[in-house]
C-alpha cells in the first residue's frame, strides 16, 4: 500500500505566502507524475500543477507565475510554492501521485493513481 501525506497548510493574508509538502511511503518503485490538485467549498476539484519524474512542469493559468511546484525524487516528496495568495486560493490542497509499486508494473506502465487527505489553506485578512 502506498500513502500521501501532506502538510503545510494554514491561515495566511493576502500577498502571502506557504509552502505544502507531500510525502509518499509504503511500496514503492518508482514514481511518475506528482501533482497538487485543489477543491474550494462547493467546487469541483481542479489541477493546479504537475511535476513529472523528469522535472517538467504544467500550471493551470490561475497561478502561473505565482506557484511553483518541484519535487525530491530521493525523499518520494512534492512541494507547492505558494506566493502572493489571493481569496480564491482559498481551498482543500490534495497530493496525487502516479505510483509503480513494482519492477513489473514500471515495465508495463501500469501506474496507480494514489490521493492524499488534503490540506486546508485558507487566505483571509
Known amino acids: 500500500q502506498v500513502q500521501l501525506v501532506e502538510s503545510g497548510g494554514g491561515l495566511v493574508q493576502p500577498g502571502g505566502s506557504l509552502r505544502l509538502s507531500c510525502v509518499a511511503s509504503?511500496?514503492?518503485?518508482?514514481?511518475?507524475?506528482m501533482g497538487w490538485y485543489r477543491q474550494a467549498p462547493g467546487k469541483e476539484r481542479e489541477l493546479v500543477a504537475v511535476?513529472?519524474?523528469?522535472?517538467?512542469?504544467n500550471y493551470a493559468d490561475f497561478v502561473k507565475g505565482r506557484f511553483t511546484i518541484s519535487r525530491d525524487n530521493a525523499k518520494n516528496t512534492v512541494y507547492l510554492q505558494m506566493n502572493s495568495l489571493k481569496p480564491e486560493d482559498t481551498a482543500d490542497y490534495y497530493c496525487?501521485?502516479?505510483?509503480?509499486?513494482?519492477?513489473?508494473?514500471?515495465?508495463?506502465?501500469?501506474?496507480?493513481?494514489?490521493w492524499g487527505q488534503g490540506t486546508q489553506v485558507t487566505v483571509s485578512s
Open positions: 511535476i513529472t519524474s523528469g522535472g517538467n512542469r
Open positions: 496525487n501521485a502516479d505510483v509503480f509499486r513494482d519492477f513489473r508494473e514500471w515495465r508495463s506502465k501500469l501506474a496507480e493513481d494514489y
Open positions: 509504503g511500496t514503492i518503485f518508482k514514481i511518475d507524475d
